[in-house]
């Protein structure tokens, strides 16, 4: 859920787009990160560990833990707390430790 | 290619701002590397009013300090900041590698000032990876920065002054706050923030801690018990706290990893919370041409951290050759006004960290 008032704060969104998490159409906003858009969705589970696939979500939000890593269009290990939302981007559940494409 | 700069600083911080300001305004040319999107570090999330004393924006809010710094190194014709810039290693030959727009690039510093704060302490406790679990930090990034309502009912970890700032940044959001435990026998934090909070209805409870967190697949709930005072959980005191979210405010520690890599002698000091970079008085590492300035040597505050960065600005432009003079008054200014800031209870901890870090240095000059 968003916050729509606040004592203190205005939040600039940017422009409301589509995107998609596990082929599930979402809405964000091109200002937003991928996690604040799945936040504002209710979605916390991002991924599983790699080994004892025991479910992952975000820890630290500013680009530290690399506990938020998810596959964006294609691309794994994508650090989905500091990545913008753009539209139409696919945004999907890491396998494993993902493997890096030579394109 | 390699790009010259003249003073790199790395981390678009309170610190880095400053000390981009500081050694940009002897003369000097800076480049910053900030991993973000935006500069300002972690006071773009910080909605509250900072302390001290006018000369660091006592009774401005976080949020502005930051804008305000921000803005005056974007107007600095000698300041050129990189953002989405994520410094990955400081080499023997002086080469900084930095990945930014999916490019490895490298740069070449005659200065390099680290100023690339601190990281969220976690917590050992069976659960404490499940969805749901977070830093203090990052649930206040979610609610102040995104606007996104973190969770519906939160158990905060840690009575230091972030839990208790972001208890009640957390009801500011419409988030219930079921407490606030602390495994200490007092609270930490600063008696106007923690009154704040139990003015609110948050019960702060003492010698408790987090013994187990359950959930399916998320965040359920939390079972927190009673410490003794050797610290060891009291069987039979359990309780269950039913919650969506955990915040774990337990401390900070040094982000450290440039230093270890650039060779810098690092030493556990625990007054300034974990392993740091010695430096001397201007806030130069044992690597000539580092500088280390904010929390990367000693977690302490913002308003220490600016000054900290401006002392390490005119420091590295001063050996530059950049108005020596001017530059040698600005570095005293600036000293004394660290000596005023650590002059109360929390700075005498910081200044025996201080003295350990300055008698380890010595000792090892006496060894060469």
Redesign the interface.
């Known amino acids: 859920m968003r916050i729509e008032q606040h004592p203190i704060l205005e939040f600039d969104r940017g422009e409301k787009v589509t995107f998609f998490f596990n082929g599930q159409e979402i809405d964000g906003y091109t200002e937003e990160t991928i996690a604040a858009a799945l936040h504002a969705a209710g979605i916390r589970e991002l991924g599983h560990s790699p080994e004892l696939h025991r479910p992952r979500g975000l820890f630290c939000a500013i680009g530290n833990c690399s506990s938020c890593f998810m596959t964006v269009d294609g691309q794994p290990n994508v650090r989905v707390c500091v990545t913008k939302v753009k539209a139409g981007m696919h945004v999907e559940e890491q396998e494993g430790k993902g493997v890096i494409r030579n394109d | 290619m390699i790009r010259e700069a003249e003073v790199l600083v790395i981390g678009g911080g309170p610190a880095g701002l400053c000390a981009a300001a500081a050694a940009a305004s002897l003369g000097a040319k800076v480049l910053v590397c900030e991993?973000?999107?935006v500069p300002g570090g972690?006071l773009v999330k910080q909605?509250h009013k900072f302390f001290g004393s006018e000369k660091q924006y006592a009774g401005d809010?976080g949020?502005h300090i930051g804008k305000m710094l921000v803005e005056e190194a974007l107007a600095n014709p000698n300041i050129e900041i990189l953002t989405e810039a994520?410094v990955l290693g400081i080499y023997e030959d002086g080469i900084v590698t930095v990945l930014h727009d999916n490019k490895h690039l490298k740069i070449r510093s005659k200065k390099t000032i680290v100023t690339t704060g601190a990281?969220?302490k976690?917590l050992a406790f069976p659960g404490n990876?499940?969805?749901?679990?977070?830093?203090a930090?990052?649930?206040q990034?979610?609610?102040?920065v995104?606007?996104?309502?973190?969770a519906e009912r939160v158990l905060m970890v840690g009575a230091g002054n972030i839990g208790l700032i972001v208890s009640y940044q957390l009801m500011?959001?419409?988030v219930e706050v079921a407490g606030i435990i602390e495994a200490a026998p007092r609270i930490g934090g600063y008696l106007v923030h923690a009154s704040k909070v139990r003015r609110a209805g948050v019960p702060i409870r003492t010698g408790y801690t987090v013994k187990e967190a359950y959930g399916n697949?998320?965040l359920e709930g939390v079972i927190i018990c009673r410490l003794d005072e050797k610290w060891q959980q009291i069987p039979g005191t359990e309780e269950d706290i039913p919650c969506d979210t955990l915040c774990l405010a337990v401390g900070l520690t040094p982000?450290t990893e440039l230093c270890w890599q650039a060779g810098c002698q690092m030493a556990y000091i625990r007054e300034l919370s974990g392993h740091v970079p010695l430096v001397n008085e201007n806030l130069e590492t044992t690597v000539p041409g580092i500088y280390a300035a904010g929390d990367v040597s000693g977690i302490e505050e913002a308003s220490s951290a600016m000054v900290e960065g401006r002392l390490a600005g005119y420091a590295a432009a001063e050996s530059l050759g950049y108005e020596p003079e001017k530059a040698k008054e600005l570095k005293e200014a600036a000293a004394a006004e660290l000596s005023e800031l650590r002059s109360g209870p929390t700075g005498a901890r910081i200044l025996a960290g201080l003295e350990k870090s300055a008698s380890l240095l010595a000792a090892r000059k006496g060894g060469e």
């Open positions: 991993r973000d999107y972690q909605t809010r949020i994520t990281s969220e976690f990876d499940l969805p749901g679990i977070y830093g930090g990052a649930v990034t979610l609610m102040n995104a606007g996104v309502k973190p500011q959001a419409g697949g998320k982000l």
